[in-house]
């Protein structure tokens, strides 16, 4: 893990359970969900048998998301893991999503009032919140476990979310140059590369965000057809060693589209609950993923990957799956500077 953070410690003995003890649990899980350069732009509000997740509006990428898309989306996981952190208590989660339109940045408003048995696959999911890691890089040989393919669209079709798969050479091809293309503009953006370092502190840091070097590989790993991704190290040679040797390119696993059937503040919201219940699925059956949103955050790009779907849908994150051994360390900060009780001020970014 890290020096940081550990992951919450379940509490036992509900009928004992304050809700501050709840509360904490709930926030100390929900913030290992993934979001948009690590910037984890949440924040937990308790009031009583409540708790508001809220939107930080100060760790939203003005220059990669200046409508506030992906930090949605990143909430959207933040809500999947503290509902299921709810469950893993012993609750049921009552959710309201997007609550009150004169506040955009009130995400949802969780409560837990009634008590069920935690499922087997609940249990599951649960254990892989502090386990699942972002995969940069070629995947290995080994394919997905069978039927994992069904069951991760079927997850992303109960939160309103499609997971599109492309299925021949000539497909993952497409979405490889739009990925390539939109790496290629950014890069030549200097106000995006600017925001990047911003986002990709150097080794030795003790910061408690961002991609740390800790989780991405020092030397590219080429996939055929090839998905580049993003330069965190600045030209520096920072990151993790290769777990392989120089040579042909690894295996570029199974590429999949991200989609919702609109396009409103709720569908990023539901793209991000399905994309934390494909993670945290996919890991658990031996599962990892590559994500790229590179190529939805330049509009031009994002239609055309659109127009390539062909059934008006709207893409909201590329993302690769496959097996791999990872030694990837993530951050994250302490539940103490992300949750407040009653109605303090929002904690310091």
Known sequence: ????????????????????????????????????????PWWFAVHGTEIALRADRRRQL????????????????????AKLALRALG????????PDPADPLLVAC???RHQAPLTSSEELLFRQVPRRRTHRGGFGPAPLAPGLLDLLREGAARDGASLRVARNEAS????????????????????YMRELADWAPPPGSMRADGVSPSSYPARPERTS????????????????????PAGPARFVGVVCV?????????????????????????????????????PVEISWLREVIRHHLGDGSYPQLVLRLG?????????RRPVGSVLRFGDGPPPAA
């Open 110 to 112: 969780l409560r837990w």
């Open 323 to 331: 097996t791999v051994i990872q030694n990837a360390v993530s951050v």
């Open 225 to 244: 057809p090839d998905f580049p991704g993003r330069d965190f190290a600045h030209g520096h040679g920072w990151g993790l060693p290769s777990s392989s």
């Open 91 to 98: 609750f049921t989660a009552d959710s309201l999503v997007l």
């Open 172 to 191: 993952q091809a497409a979405l490889a140059d739009v990925v390539g293309m939109a790496e290629l503009v950014q890069r030549l953006d200097s106000a």
């Open 1 to 40: 893990m890290n020096a940081l953070t550990s992951p919450a410690k379940r509490p036992s003995g509900l009928s004992r359970l304050t809700s501050t003890d709840i509360a904490e649990f709930v926030a100390g899980s929900a913030i290992w969900a993934p979001s948009v350069h690590n910037t984890q």
């Open 258 to 294: 991200l989609t919702t059937a609109d396009d409103r503040p709720a569908d990023w919201v539901n793209a991000g609950h399905a994309l934390q219940r494909i993670l945290l699925t996919a890991s658990s059956y031996g599962g990892a993923a590559a994500l790229y949103s590179q």
């Open 62 to 81: 003005g220059v990669a998301d200046p409508g506030g898309r992906e930090m949605l989306i990143s909430c959207g996981a933040a809500l999947f893991t």
